[in-house]
């Protein structure tokens, strides 16, 4: 069993972190998806995660493109639910269930790792 020898500390940490931030990012997206349903909110939250989604794709980091890039395409699909409702509702959902499903993953390989570090 694998999980039961102690785990390097930089390994921990990056579960962790992968953990709580895939899991808030879920939540978020869900949250995004509620707001974007609403007739003007929406259009406005939009256009403002494609503005930001460009200001990242100026960034010099390469995480800062990427981060850039996915703000963007959230933003994108959220001004393209004026048009599609049902597809966009089902991509934000979807996607928000697949982070929070990645993150507590990460958090039980976290948590596994603590335990066999005591």
Do not use: C, H
Not at 30 to 53: D, H, K, M
Not at 61 to 89: H, N, P, Q, Y
Not at 91 to 116: C, D, H, M, P, T
């Amino acid at each position: 069993m694998s999980y039961e020898y102690p785990v390097d500390p930089a390994t921990l940490r990056a579960k962790g972190t992968k953990g709580v931030i895939s899991t808030g990012a879920g939540v978020g997206l869900w949250i995004v998806n509620a707001l974007v349903g609403l007739p003007v909110v929406g259009w406005v939250i939009s256009g403002g995660l494609v503005f930001l989604g460009i200001m990242g794709l100026v960034g010099r980091e390469r995480t800062d493109k990427t981060t850039g890039a996915i703000m963007m395409g959230a933003g994108g699909l959220g001004l393209a639910s004026i048009f599609l409702k049902g597809l966009t509702s089902f991509l934000f959902g979807f996607g928000g269930f697949a982070l929070v499903a990645y993150g507590v993953w990460n958090l039980i390989q976290f948590a596994r790792g603590l335990k066999s570090r005591s």
